[in-house]
């Protein structure tokens, strides 16, 4: 099975998780097309750092390149934004969706408490980060299943980015937690529905954990800029997450033909912790 040089539509590739990830495929050659809702981003990303970049050791250049403004919430400016990354692609198909755009903050803006919420809060979260990789999902189909690409391999991915905080929590993160859980749901029912012959998309999730992301924007910086030796040794891998450890799980779960309705955790090991007072 060859996995050179796929065609992925990435959201939220303007910064943070999305751009990281969305440089470390291009420096392997592959072709990306991102969405992003935010505009300065987005412009900063595909005119000044993904030309600036070299091609990764073994691949002979960079791939190619494109994006649009893209709020993933808003079904109609959806539909056609895919539409148009898709036709941007070699033969006008996708090879690998990675819904990754989302309200990245879990907790309630401004402090808020789950008493003090209210109802439009609370849709923010679930229309973003859950009801926007639906509707990334359902207009991308047409363009990663079986019946439009004929026997060409690997068949069609789609990873979810979803959280850690999607099986743990702090206080008030309601809104977010309930998300990220839903988009597990909804890759396994994906997997389950995608599955039949006609489609043979295999559907998966990447579960980070601490990822700083900063330093992947306009405004740049260090990956570890602010943090203290405890952020980093609490994990049980000695250090917060980097780009690459995203990049690899989302590929990984992109490209194993084998792998389907199943979850992947990028934590450092914080999930399988245990915390006890002595
Ligand atoms: N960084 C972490 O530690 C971490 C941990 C677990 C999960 N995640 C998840 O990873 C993904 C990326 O997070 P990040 O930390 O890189 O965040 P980020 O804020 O740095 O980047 C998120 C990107 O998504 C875009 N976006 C947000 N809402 C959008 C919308 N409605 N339409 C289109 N684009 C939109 C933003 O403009 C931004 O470019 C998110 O889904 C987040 O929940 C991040």
Not at 134 to 151: C, I
């Amino acid at each position: 099975m060859s996995v050179a040089n796929l065609r992925f539509l990435i959201t939220g590739g303007a910064r943070g998780l999305g751009r990281g990830l969305t440089a470390w495929l291009v420096q392997r050659g592959h072709d990306a097309y991102i969405l992003d809702a935010d505009a300065g981003e987005l412009k900063h990303t595909l005119g000044t750092h993904l030309p600036s970049l070299k091609p990764a050791a073994g691949s002979a250049k960079l791939g190619r390149f494109e994006g649009a403004e893209c709020d993933i919430s808003n079904a109609e400016q959806v539909g056609e934004a895919v539409r148009k990354a898709a036709q941007w692609h070699r033969g006008g198909l996708l090879d690998v969706l990675v819904n990754n755009a989302g309200r990245a903050n879990p907790y309630w803006a401004d402090g808020r408490t789950f008493e003090q919420i209210d109802v439009q809060e609370w849709r923010t979260y679930i229309d973003t980060n859950l009801s926007g990789a639906f509707y990334v999902s359902k207009a991308a189909v047409p363009f990663l299943k079986a019946s439009a690409r004929g026997e060409e391999e690997p068949r069609g991915a789609i990873v979810h980015t979803s959280s850690i905080r999607a099986k743990q929590s702090e206080p008030n993160q309601e809104g977010y937690a309930s998300a990220k859980a839903g988009l597990l749901g909804m890759t396994h029912s994906m997997a389950s529905s995608l599955a039949d012959a006609q489609y043979r998309i295999r559907v998966n999730a990447v579960l980070p954990g601490w990822f700083p992301t900063d330093q992947e924007s306009s405004a740049g910086g260090a990956w570890d800029d602010g943090l203290t030796k405890e952020d980093h040794e609490q994990h049980w891998a000695g250090r917060v997450g980097k780009m690459e450890d995203y990049a690899q799980a989302v590929f990984f779960m992109a490209t194993n033909g084998f792998v389907t309705g199943q979850e992947i955790v990028v934590d450092g090991g914080m999930t399988r912790k245990m915390v006890y007072v002595e």
